[in-house]
Each structure stands twice: as C-alpha cells, then as structure tokens.
C-alpha cells in the first residue's frame, strides 16, 4: 500500500489526474461495466449516507416529507413543458421492450420485438414531469397546499463525458419538488432550500459556497430563477454543489394543476425543485484533500478517529488492548466513531499510510514507551501535526481537536477562495486570470450572446449574480455597454 | 371523511377490494401513470422509512456495509448464468436508445433512432449479475473475503397483474449480495440473514412468521437453496416475506469470479443473496388492519400516539394547549413520537374516524370536563377500548400501551395462524380446505411433478418446508408415494 500510495498522482503535476487516482485508491467508487455508471463501493457510500442522513434531518426540520414516484416516465410527459425537454431530450434513457427472450443458439438473450411498448418510457433524468401529473390529482384546494415533498431516487442523464461521482450517467440524489398557493410562498421556499444547502456544504462538509442566482442561459430548463450555492475547488475551478429551483407556474400550467382559493378563484399552483447530488462527494475530495489522500471533514468521516497499536509481543498487545479499550468506549459515549485497528496482517507503516489516504481526521497510536509513560500519540489529518499527550483527558482532547479540524479545514478552503477571487474590469486580463483559475467579479451587459460569447473564448461561465457583495454598476468589460452589477464568472466542473 | 370512511369495503365482503381501499383511502399509495408502478405516498413511505431504518441497522450489526450497484445491466450478463436468465428474461425492461429528439410538427419528442445503443441494458430485475461482475475484480485472496454487501435500491420486474405494494412493477428493495471463501461459510450467512428477517416480522411488524426452505421449483431462479419466511394474512392466504438464497458458486462461476485460499488452491467464491421489499408494507396491513383502517404496530407507526382537544372556545383550547404541551414533551423525551392535532378546520368526530384509518396505535382526547378533572381519554387502535385516566404518569402509561398493542396484535396474528393451520391427509379434505383459506401441513412425494398437478389443481403451492415441526415420513396424499416430512401448503399472494 505504501508503494500504491506513490502511485497517486501530485496535484500539481496533473489535478485530474490526482482526483482520478485518489476516487479509485481511496475506495470511493470504480467505473461499471456500463458506460458511464459507477459502482459506489462501501466506503464512498458511508460518506453518503452520512450526508443523506444530515441533509434528510434538514428537509424534516423544515416541514418537508418524503415520498416516492416513478423510475419511468411516459415520452409525451416530457414534451409538455417546453423548455424543460429542450434541456433533457437529448439526454434521455429510451426503454422501448419489456421482454427478452432466450435465444437457443447459444448466443443468450435477445429482445422480443413482439412486446414494445405502446408508448415509449424514459429513464427519469430528473422528475418534475411525473410529480406534476400525480400533483393534479392532489391538489384542488388551497387548504391541499403547501405539499412539500422530497425523493431520494437513483436518475439518469446520459452524458458523452463522464467523470466518478462529477457527471455520471446514473446518480444518486434527492429532488425536492413543492407546490404552493402563491408565487411569493414559493420564492420563499426556493431560497430557504438554497440556505439549508448553504449550512449543510459550510458546517458540516466544511466547503464554503457563494450564493447566487443564474443568468438567464445557465438556469434549469423550465425554471423562472435558479439558485445555486457554488464552491471553488482546488485548481481554482468552480464546482456548482446545489440549486433550488423557482419554477413559477410552468408545471402547473403544463399538468393542468389547479386549485381554488381563499376568494374561490381557480388559479395554477406555484412549484418549486431543488436537489443535490453524488457529486458532493466529487466536491469534498477536490475541496480538502491533499498529495497523500483524502482529507475529511469531521462531520462527515465515517470514521472520525482511528487507533493503532504498536506492539513487539502479543503480550504487548494485549497491555495496549487493555488500555485503548476503555479510551474506545469513552470516545463512543461522546458520539464518536472509533475504529482500533489490530490486525496482525498489516505493519503500523502500512496502517498509517492508508488511513492517511482514506482521510481519517485523527489517528491515535499506542507503543511500548506510551504504556509506560500513559501517553498516546495524536496526529490530525488536516496538518499532519503530531504530538504525544497524556491518556487522561484524551477524549475530551479528541473531541475538541475534531471541532478544530473541522474549523480549520473550512478555513482553509476560505482563505484559498478570498485569496483566488478578484475584480477585473479588462477582458484582456479576464482572459489572463481566468487561465490561473479564478473566481472573477466581472461587468457583464447581462445579454445571452456576451454571455456566450464570453464562454466560447475562455471556457469561463456565469457561475452567479452573487446574493451578496458588490451591486454598484458599470460598464461590460467586453462591449462597454452599461453593466447593472458585477456577477462571478469562474471555469467549472 | 366519515362518509369516505364507510366507503371502506369490508373484509367479509371483499378482502381484496377492502385491501385496494385501505391503500388508497389511508393516503399509502396510488397507481401511476405508468402501468404497474406506484406512487408511494408520504405516509406509505414513512413506514417504508421507519423499516429500512431498522433493518439497516441489523445488517451493521452483523457486518454488512451498504454500497451502490449500477441500474442498467448489459444484456448479455443475464444469460451467463443458465437458471438465473430463464427467471427474469421475460419479465425485463429493456433500454434500447438513449435519446430523444425533438418533433417540431407538435407531436413532442420522439426516439431518435441514430441514437440505438451498441448493446442493450436491461433494467434491474435483482443485481446478481453486475455485481458478481463487479466481484470478479475484488476478489483475488481468501483474505479478500468474505465481501458483506447490502444495497437499497429499486428494480423493476415487469408483471402482468400487479396491485400496490403486493406486486408491482418497480419497487424498493434491498439486496444483500455476499462473497464467502467457504460453502459452510455461506450457508451459514443465507441462514443468519432469514433470521434477521423473521425477527424483524415478529418483533417489529408483529407478524408471526414460519421459517423454512422452499421446494425446488420454488427456489430462486439460481439458487441451490431459497431460506423463506411465510407469513399467513387475515384471509388465510401465505405471503413470502423474505427471502435469504444460497447460490453455490454459480455466480462464482458464470462471472469467473476466483480466489486463491490459505492452501494456494484457486477455487470459485461461494455466494449467497437475500431481500426484503416495500411489499412488507403490504403484509402489514393485510396482517392486522381492520374494517376501520390500519392497524399499525407501534414499533413502526410514523405517529405513534396523537391527542386531540375537544373544546367550545379559543380560551378553552389554550387552556388544553397549556396541559398537552408538557404531556407531548414528555412523551417525546421517551421516544415516543406524538402528534397534537389542533387543526380548526375539522371537528374532533372526523379527527377521530382519519387517526383511526390512519392507524395510530394510541389516541388521547381531552376536553372541558377532562380539564377539570385532571383526566384524558385514552382509546387503544388494535381493540378500540377506551378509558379516562388521571394525566399524572399518563407518560408512562402510553408508554407501557404501546408495548402492550405491540404484543396483542402479533398474539392475535399467531393465534390466526394456529387456528388455520391443520394437518391433513387425504387430497380430498386438502381440496376443500384450502378452499377455505388454511395452512395445510400434508405429505408430498418429493416430485416436481405432484407438486405441480397440486397447484394446478387448487392454486396451492408448496410455501416452503418448515425448519421446525413434524418431521416424521408418510405417505403423499396425492401419489401415496413414501414422503419424507409434512411440507406447508397453502395459497399465496
């Protein structure tokens, strides 16, 4: 394994490709056997499930509930909100037979043109059109608003390029989708979701996010206002970790979903969506982690503190065994998850190194001389500090170090962030920074073809027009025409 | 409310249409627009929750760890393994293209036939196949294994007849999908997980189940061994409530899947594979609801005790406020989750006749003279009793009702079961008995073919043979061949 740990490319020698190592090294997830889809292994998939976990607690917390819809859509479904299926048609999964048949010449299986489908099902790419159709039969009334639901659900978008747990063929996410009497109900609700994603990317995957709305090119296809919380990583390319989307009365209108209200008028209901995906596991690895593997944020570890023995004898290690026992069950009454490492299998070199590179935030290592002295070695993975303290209190020290780690980490990355994000007003210079990787505050004439126009000269987006920050206007630092604002253009992921 | 309530068919009219009703009428789930696949509604769903919660937490304990397996399946993967594809080839989706176009004349998006896939996929029917795939490159050392993987996930299985939760199309599942060095080591798993599954029915479901292994021809389409749990619903018919299958080295085998043991002999892995799905829903309701709605166990009841205040007057009802609001405190300090309905649009009858249908094991009532009495009415889900206790160590109280709902619905449950369960010898009693909806314990010659001549005959299948009971020969009821055991008969949904 330490030999393997070699073979993780440097970040700076080729960043895609350190990423790329680390998911594959580091056990997170592999590539299938089907072109695009990933198979989540164990220990990306208990990163998962914690984020599930934090975020489902979050969605409750704020009224929602969940539900589940359908993995198939009808094909007409999709056609019946205009801009939506110009923004999934063309990356759609197609089931067109329900039957295979065994073929007796040895060569398997193979459709049965006898059993197509009356009407084509697609894969659900995202889920608004099935949720609106089935909403039609539950609202009538405005005492049947607000519904605010949630899925947790498997979607499919088939992507020419894919990259583990970025852009995947398959992934996994939760869709919120909620229907609401009035516009301004929903407005609120779009952006209360973009803050409940805020809080969980900055305290508990210690990411730091600018908050923003999309330009007009960059919105989801059929919403009116897309927000987004958008994070840099690394190299300095932005990483857009989650939207909630305004949908106006788009879907209402399209799926013929009414309601009577108060005054009993009969009105169209107001929708919104929102989701974050697997991809918040590509964003924690290129957010944290460093040349000798993961580095992960306390809150989201699966485990949080590992202990390793250093022994000579199995005497020894049942004198250290002894010991760490008691330490173990203490860190477990604080809430903490603790794995004490003893197989004989591996040396402790060996050991260190691959909790290293699985990104366990502390580790804990007992030897002979720590017996004597009743001391333990503490290293923290975010600095790779060590130091040697006493064994009383040293639960208490644990505890307190993983805040710290936790703090520090999201510290880390803001400063990077303060540090890569700069004002620019030539678009000479735009080209030139935006080549370094970096978040820029630019003017912009807030038309589609700059915007355009823009992206196909330096691969830079409209990442946002920030919540937050400077709104003084200006002029378009390409056409000169006037600029209501500077909005955040950056490269992404 | 009331009057949708007595809309409610009863069992002794129609069970099945009495079922269909309660489904809907109980807000559990509905039909899609997608034949054969259901919406699960967010009540049906939080208990789908509160069992995968549980259940999750029983796979940890015995060492499992949850990943995640891609949807689609190349086609080809079905045929390897010779039994596994004569099981599922009939009932997959197929996914052909992978994009749709759009259709300026009007007409929507169609499939862009351009876009055909090189090789088909398959929707999952159950992962065997990709996953054992996937085995192949984890496994190469007994040290490697064994591999305890579990992943939720839905499926899709395209049945003719379907009805909610019982049979549909696409459902939610989990599947566990373990690598062992040894066939005793195998077996033993396959065993050790019917035993999670029948404790989870007995103790969490309060559905008394057999445990037992199923007859050849009822065995998973590649196993050498299906364990089974059989449940017997109010109507005297069996539902297979879990499943736990020995596979042998079959998948080893079809997908290469090899390893070298202690000794340096390479051998195939040995594997086992075992579910539960959102069907346990349906075995829920059919095990203890009632012709006034669900009857749930406490130990899955999304609200588990509601209170309802009778009042005449804004001032009242606060007054009931200030005495409730210590009492649901409490009450959710033990855990326990409580719901106050002080909703004004409707009166407390409808309240009551809703909670009812809904199946919430407890009800506390409190009105004016309670108030004045330092009293609540408290009314029991599973016999509808009520009583009007002092509110001091009401906490308790419930507390302790609760657990005792949970055991009277699953000692109901058993003593249905016993009472319906009967040996019998000539196939002429066994002809009319089964008519009448009973467990039927009765020899069989070990044929394939008398097992099916008897199903033919009277829809009856062999549900499995017990683990435990009679286990002294006979003579086949049917043939008068020599049987070694009595084996379980009966019909099944």
Redesign the interface.
Known sequence: MAKELKELTPRSENYSQWYQDLVIKADLA?N???RG??????YG??I??KMQRILDDKFKETGH????????????????EAEH??GF??????????????NHDGT??V?DPEAKLEE????RPTSET?IW??YR?WIQSY?DLPIL?NQW??V?R?EMRTRLFLRTA?F?WQEGHTAHATREEAEIEAKKMQGVYADFAENYMAMPVIRGVKSESERFAGALDTYTIEAMMQDGKALQAGTSHFLGQNFGKAFDVTFVDKEGKTDYAWATSWGVSTRLIGALIMSHSDDNGLVLPPHLAPIQVVIIPIYRSEEQLNQIRQKVDGIVANLKKLGISVKFDDAD?RKPGWKFANYELKGVPVRLAMGGRDLENNTIEVMRRDTLEKETISCDGIETYVQNLLEEIQKNIFQKALKRREERTITVDSYDEFKEKIEQGYFIMAHWDGTPETEELIKNETKATIRCLPLEGDMTPGKCMVTGKPSARRVLFARAY
Do not use: D, Q
Request: hydrophobic residues 45%; aromatic residues 10%.
């Open positions: 592999e299938s056997a089907v889809c990933m198979v989540i292994k164990p998939y208990a998962w499930e509930v969940n539900a589940y819809f359908p993995l198939l859509i009808p094909k007409s479904f999709l056609s019946k299926v110009e048609a063309k990356e759609c999964a197609v089931v067109t037979h329900y039957r295979l048949k065994t398997g299986v459709v084509e099902l697609i894969i099935i159709n089935t039969n005492r639901c659900a498997n499919m088939w398959e996994l299998n």
